[in-house]
């Protein structure tokens, strides 16, 4: 199994800035994902980040906007650019080894 | 493209009723089905999974069974307790390379139950 964790858990962030997000896996994993959690709505993926070359994004998103590393098999980022009201949302990590899928707990972000 | 309907919330019940959360999917291929669980202020938990047709995925009471006939995955508890109040989200992963840990949610049902 694997367990991930993220930092921050949550942040409130002001209109226009930027922030980026932690997640680390406690044993290495073949693929990992980022999704975002709407206020009442469901998941939605975000990108696929892969290790040592550029994130693969899901329709309506692009890198300007949520810039993703993945430097190693246990570790990636994502940045939420620019941010507006709007991106308020729970980001997850996801990550995947040969049999099984992972959630990260969230980060819970509000936008004022 | 692959899809995940289940049925609208919240749904509300009394401690030991019986619980059915209706799911359908589309997709192209085998999906793997699952159902996640989400208490309140936690994160994404798996409940079960089934990865073929008529399998039964059951964990902590719940069950659902993979039936590619009706292309459904309903979650059924026969007798609910006040700690399974939580939102139950029924997902599908396809195993095709492009689409391999890619899961498609649906929206979602927030289930309360009361003592």
């Known amino acids: 199994s694997a367990v991930i964790s993220q930092k921050p858990s949550r942040d409130i962030c002001q209109r226009g800035t930027s922030l980026t997000i932690q997640c680390q896996v406690d044993?290495?994993?073949?693929?990992m994902f980022w999704y975002r959690q709407q206020p009442g709505q469901s998941l939605t993926l975000i990108a696929t980040?892969?290790?040592?070359?550029?994130?693969?994004?899901e329709s309506g998103f692009v890198i300007d906007k949520f810039p993703i590393s993945r430097p190693n098999l246990t570790f990636s980022t994502l940045t939420v650019s620019n941010m507006s009201p709007e991106d308020s949302s729970i980001y997850l990590c996801?990550?995947?080894?040969?049999?099984?899928?992972?959630f990260g707990p969230g980060t819970r972000l509000t936008v004022l | 493209g692959n899809s995940v309907t289940q049925m609208e919330g919240p749904v509300t019940l009394s401690e030991e009723a019986f619980l059915t959360i209706n799911c359908t999917y589309t997709?192209?291929?085998?999906?793997?089905l699952f159902w996640y669980v989400q208490y309140p202020g936690e994160g994404l938990q798996l409940l079960l999974k089934?990865?073929?047709?008529?399998d039964k995925g059951s964990n902590k009471g719940f069950e659902a069974t993979y039936r590619k006939e009706t292309t459904s995955f309903h979650l059924e508890k026969g007798s609910v307790q006040v700690s399974d109040s939580a939102v139950y989200f029924c997902?599908?992963?396809?195993?095709?390379?492009?689409?391999?840990?890619?899961?498609?949610f649906g929206a979602g049902t927030q289930v309360v139950v009361t003592p």
């Open positions: 996801s990550a995947r080894t040969a049999n099984e899928q992972f």
């Open positions: 997902a599908l992963t396809s195993l095709t390379t492009d689409s391999w840990g890619k899961f498609q």
């Open positions: 997709a192209t291929g085998y999906p793997s």
């Open positions: 044993s290495q994993v073949t693929m």
């Open positions: 089934a990865t073929k047709a008529d």
């Open positions: 980040a892969n290790q040592g070359s550029e994130a693969t994004y």
